[in-house]
């Protein structure tokens, strides 16, 4: 029994559960999406053998593995006059924090605070020293990728959900500091509980599977 995020489920685990499953065509397989405070809960009580997440920050609870780091880019609606701005100006792309409080004019489209990407985008605010007068929430990355690419607001796409959104057309793109937006996703599963031999094979496929992708 797997658990995660719902875009998590979708990004990292399907690839690992096609070859574990025709490898083990007899062990059942189980995915659940949750919230993190829901999962840790669940593999606590011994509902998920393991989960995708991006915390670590329960080491007294849980075993974490990491499963692979990734970038995180400022994503501005193609469509907008300010990216002829950016581009002239940036260097490699890289928005520096004059830039940013110039984009703080704009809509910003983020994820709740308690989810990690609305955390990531609190830091910027904090880091850059401005808040946008219009913030528009949503619960779901793809929600906020979905959004920039309609010419809402500016949001934050991990690489993830850029190698999975299965979409010619993308937003514009830019680095902004990398100390904050980058991060590791992890394998977390309980301590001291038995894990099974099919655990132990599925979490070393999903490691495999989500490195060379």
Known sequence: TVGGASFFNVAYIPGAIAEFAKKYPNINIEIIDGKVSELTTAAHNGVLDLFITPFDDETDRFSYEELLSEKIYLAVPSEWEINRELKNSTAGGKITKEQFRELCRYTFITLKKEQHIGQIMEKLFRKYGCR?????????????????????????????????????????????????????????YPKNKYMSRATKEFIRILKRVNKNS
């Open 132 to 188: 946008p007068e219009r913030i528009i929430t949503a619960e779901q990355t793809m929600t906020t990728f979905a959004l920039t690419l309609s010419g809402v607001g500016i949001s934050l796409i991990t690489e993830s959900s850029i190698n999975h959104s299965g979409r010619m057309k993308l937003p514009e793109l830019y680095t902004v500091d990398p100390s904050i937006c980058s991060r590791e996703i992890y394998i977390a």
